[in-house]
Each structure stands twice: as C-alpha cells, then as structure tokens.
C-alpha cells in the first residue's frame, strides 16, 4: 500500500460547483498533513494545513479523519483559477525534519 | 527575497551522458529536497539535507544518482551514465523546520528529458 493514496481525477466541474477530494494514508503514526497545489506546468505550493479538528480559509475547507486515514479538502463555490492538481502531503513520523510525502495528486477543471 | 532557483530549467541530452542539476535554497533554510516528478510515478522524494548533511537518500533510484550540498548556498544532483527513464521534472525545495509548518518552498524544476 503506497503511503498516500489520492484519485487522480481528473474532476471536471462547472463554475460555481462544490467539490471535495479524499485522501488516504498508510501510516497511523503520520501527525502532520498538508494539500498543496499544483498549476500546470509550476512547482507545487502551500494551499493549507490539515487540523485535527479541521480548518477552514475562505472557500477552502480542510478535515481529518484519523480513525479512518483520511483526509479531505472542499472546495465551494469553485472559480476557473481554482483548475489545477491537488496534493495530499504528509509527514509520515512525528519528528522534526522528516520529509513530507506526497500523493500523486488530484487533477479539478473548472469550466465556464 | 529570492526564492529557490534551480539551474538548468531545461535539459536535452543523450543516453550515457553526465547530467548535473544545480540548486540554491533560500537563505536561512536549514533543509533542502530534491524530488522527482512523473506522470506515473507522482512526485518522489530524492534525498534531503539538513544543514548540509545529507539525512535520508533512500529515495535515490542508484548508484546512478549522487547529491551533494557543500555549503548552505549550493546543492547538486548529478546522474551519470544518464537513461531514458531519468526523464522527469527535478524539483529543489527548501525549508525551515519541516515538521513544524509543513511548507516547503519549490524551484521551479528542471525539466529533463533524455534520448
């Protein structure tokens, strides 16, 4: 089993849609979780940290299920600059410096 | 401040020839990455650094592949003899303590293809 496990879509949406992508880890150690974005062709970026007791920014909603594995990201009210590829990322040991792992990705397009 | 810069953004080469990848973390990161990135396979940890130390290769596909960061300014990923199947984006990352934050802060690649 691969240590982060992410649909890799692609997900095509209509303007205005509501969409969410689920991910899965191995490790029930893993303490840490992240998503990142990935536009085309670009390095990935920070699009936010994953709290146990789930976050929120703006139309971006982020949660974590430990008992399941799982974490999740929602998208609301999703805009055309919303198209791109969403990483799941974990840091697998609770100790300073390990690397993050990432998933392969998921790919949304948002259509007008 | 400047961000992570990598050199060369793009490279062309044959079969067998020596590949060097260069990459200049932010300053003050104490950690750098280097990760690979397919289609198939997603993006893959390398190796990484702290404080110039190399902490975990595990990730290095063999003895193809070498890294080194011989100051806090400098890393390099070298391939030689290169493969067809060393055709990937090589992205450097740098950080300040991963662990807490979770943010590392990419290059933006170097994009490599082998004939």
């Known amino acids: 089993r691969k240590e982060v496990e992410q649909d890799p879509g692609p997900f095509n949406v209509p303007e205005g849609a509501t969409v969410a992508f689920n991910c899965t880890y191995s490790?029930?150690?893993?303490?840490?979780f992240f998503w990142y974005r990935q536009d085309c062709r670009k390095e990935p970026k920070l699009l936010m940290s994953?709290?146990?007791s789930g976050n929120e920014d703006g139309r971006f909603t982020a949660q974590l299920n430990r008992a399941s594995q799982y974490i999740s990201l929602l998208i609301r009210d999703s805009k055309l600059s919303d198209s791109a590829t969403y990483l799941c990322?974990?840091?697998?040991?609770?100790?300073?410096?390990?690397?993050?792992?990432f998933g392969k990705g998921t790919t949304l397009s948002v259509s007008s | 401040d400047a961000g992570v810069i990598q050199s060369p953004r793009h490279e062309v080469t044959e079969m067998g020839q020596e590949v060097t990848l260069r990459c200049k973390p932010i300053?003050?990161?104490?950690?750098l990455f280097w990760y690979r990135q397919t289609m198939m396979r997603g993006l893959e940890l390398l190796i990484y650094?702290?404080?110039?130390?190399?902490?975990?290769d595990s990730g290095m596909p063999e003895d193809r592949f070498s890294a080194k960061m011989p100051n806090a300014s400098f890393s390099t990923l070298k391939i030689q003899p290169s493969e067809p199947r060393d055709s990937a984006v090589y992205f450097c990352?740098?950080?300040?303590?991963?662990?807490?934050?979770?943010?590392?802060?990419f290059g933006e690649g170097s994009r490599l293809t082998v004939l």
């Open positions: 990352a740098s950080s300040y303590g991963t662990a807490n934050t979770g943010e590392l802060f």
């Open positions: 490790n029930s150690a893993s303490q840490s």
């Open positions: 994953v709290y146990s």
């Open positions: 990322v974990v840091i697998p040991a609770p100790k300073a410096g390990t690397a993050l792992i």
């Open positions: 300053s003050g990161h104490d950690y």
């Open positions: 650094f702290n404080n110039n130390v190399p902490i975990d």
